[in-house]
């Protein structure tokens, strides 16, 4: 894993649910990009994507896309082990790419798969930052759940989008 330093005060993580209703992603769509655009205003320039289907891809997009307004902005994809996205369908895998490609770094936690991996990218991503915006539908059992469950473990602040 590369030595990168990332200011925890002005970085936000996030995380959410793979599956969103489609019906949901365009309000959903919407209301991230206000948000992301208004923790930017509050001083926050690096934003941290786990690199999973769904949410992450989501909010990964739109913080590029704001990278055209807003120059300083830095994303950083939290892979947990390299080559994790071969197992994406082809349109989830494409993004993806396009996405690592135009990070500003990626993180590979692990060079090869391992137990627990998911729980190890969660865990670097709350480790690395002040704010969480989620979309999280409350379900205990879940990734999601995890990392919002350790975000309040640690004081960190969080924006749940779930509606």
């Known amino acids: 894993m590369d030595n990168i330093h990332i200011n925890k005060s002005k970085t936000v993580a996030f995380t959410g649910h793979r599956h969103i209703n ?11 990009t206000h948000t992301i655009r208004q923790q930017y205003h509050n001083g926050y320039t690096t934003f941290i994507v786990g690199g999973a289907v769904g949410f992450d891809l989501l909010a990964a997009e739109i913080v590029l896309e704001l990278q055209q307004e807003f120059t300083d902005i830095q994303l950083f994809c939290a ?14 895998m494409q993004r993806y790419i396009h996405i690592a490609n135009k990070a500003t770094s990626n993180i590979i936690l692990s060079p090869r798969y391992y137990d627990c991996y998911f729980l190890h990218r969660n865990d670097y991503m709350i480790e690395h930052c002040s704010l969480l915006i989620a979309y999280y539908n409350q379900s205990f059992r ?18 749940n989008l779930y509606k």
Request: proline residues 7%.
């Open 79 to 92: 892979v947990p082990y390299a080559g994790h996205h071969i197992y994406f369908r082809n349109e989830s």
């Open 22 to 32: 489609p019906n949901a992603i365009a309000p959903l769509k919407e209301e991230l």
């Open 142 to 159: 879940s990734g999601t759940g995890y990392t919002v469950r350790r975000a309040e473990a640690n004081n960190i602040s969080i924006i």
